[in-house]
Every structure is written in structure tokens, then in C-alpha cells.
């Protein structure tokens, strides 16, 4: 049996939600700041890597709009999960799991602390010191993890390894973006 083909992992938080007055979490929908910096994860995302096999994404509004601003989405298959939203590290893990082997890029889009504490929990050996020092600091919202995965997808946490780490608002072209004062909601 040949050994599986190198894999590529991202972990995207989605991005920057706005607080309508009696929207329910689930529902709330992406501020301004989070479109902006949602299409320049997508930016920095694509830089890396062309296509996604598969897109893991949650069912709350905010996802499903971050995937939408990244334009990630597209050649890929795309499955909403309901089990992603409020999913801690071992349910994402085993979410991922599931992933078929043909899958050799996979994107998850999902909420923190999940997505932080799994980018983290998978920092194997060889892992981007000043990658998983940033993770350490702070997952912000459009915040994102590269990770490259050697063997089977059922078989992380053992074979994994950080790559890089990356706040879209943090990038030179995002800090020369026009900006409006933030809202109570976005800052």
C-alpha cells in the first residue's frame, strides 16, 4: 500500500460578526470589518493554496458568510455542519476524521475557541514557533492556520505540523484599507 499524499489543513475563523438587536447567535451576520477582512484571509489563504477538496463549514450565518467573502469555496465540495457550531477541539477532530482520503486540501470554517485550541493541539513536531507563539497570543476573528498533515486524516493529531499562522488585519494592504470609525459592535 503507497503512503498517503501529503495533505494541507486550514483553520479559518470566521470573521468579525455584527450584533443586530434581537438576532439569535446563530443568525448573526458578518459586520463590515468582517466582509473586509474575510476577502483578505481568502487573499492570503490563496497565496498558499489554489483549490480546497472540501470545505468544512458551520450552519451559523457568520461562516457561512466568511466562506462566501473568501471565495474559497469555489471547485470545492462544501458541507454545512451543524455539529461545527460550538464545536470544541475532539469534536472538530472527529469531524475531520470523516474527511475521505481522496480529500488532500481541506478547509474547516468555524467558531473559537475550537478552531484555536485544535490549530494548537495539532502544532506537532517541526511546527512554526512564531506560527503557534501568535496562536498562543491571540485566534482573532479571520484569523487562519496552515497545517501540513502526512498520513491519513483519522490519524491527527500524530501527523501534523504547524505551518503558519495569519491575521488578515495585521497585513500591510489591510492597514492601508479606508476604515470608518468601528462600531460599538466591531471594536
Excluded at 439569535?24 to 487573499?43: I, M, N, Q, V
Excluded at 470523516?98 to 488532500?104: F, L, N, W
Aim: net charge negative; aromatic share 6%.
Amino acid at each position: 500500500m503507497s503512503p498517503a499524499p501529503p495533505r494541507t489543513l486550514v483553520l479559518l475563523r470566521h470573521g468579525k460578526s455584527a450584533y443586530p438587536p434581537g438576532v439569535p447567535d446563530h443568525a448573526r451576520p458578518l459586520a463590515e470589518r468582517g466582509r473586509r477582512e474575510a476577502t483578505l484571509a481568502g487573499e492570503h489563504i490563496r497565496a498558499g493554496v489554489s483549490l480546497f477538496d472540501l470545505v468544512l463549514c458551520s450552519t451559523s450565518e457568520r461562516t457561512r458568510q466568511t466562506l462566501a467573502e473568501t471565495g474559497l469555496a469555489a471547485g470545492a465540495t462544501v458541507r454545512y455542519l451543524d455539529e461545527l457550531y460550538g464545536a470544541e477541539y475532539d469534536e472538530i477532530l472527529d469531524l475531520i476524521a470523516e474527511v475521505p482520503g481522496s480529500a488532500t486540501t481541506l478547509l474547516v470554517v468555524g467558531h473559537f475557541p475550537g478552531v484555536a485550541d485544535l490549530a494548537e493541539g495539532l502544532a506537532g513536531p517541526g511546527s512554526d514557533g512564531d506560527a503557534l507563539a501568535g496562536i498562543a497570543r491571540k485566534f482573532p476573528t479571520s484569523a487562519f492556520a496552515v497545517l501540513a498533515v502526512t498520513g491519513a486524516w483519522s490519524a491527527l493529531p500524530a501527523n501534523s505540523r504547524l505551518k503558519a499562522f495569519t491575521v488578515p488585519r495585521h497585513h500591510p494592504r489591510a492597514q492601508a484599507a479606508p476604515t470608518t470609525a468601528p462600531t460599538a459592535e466591531e471594536s
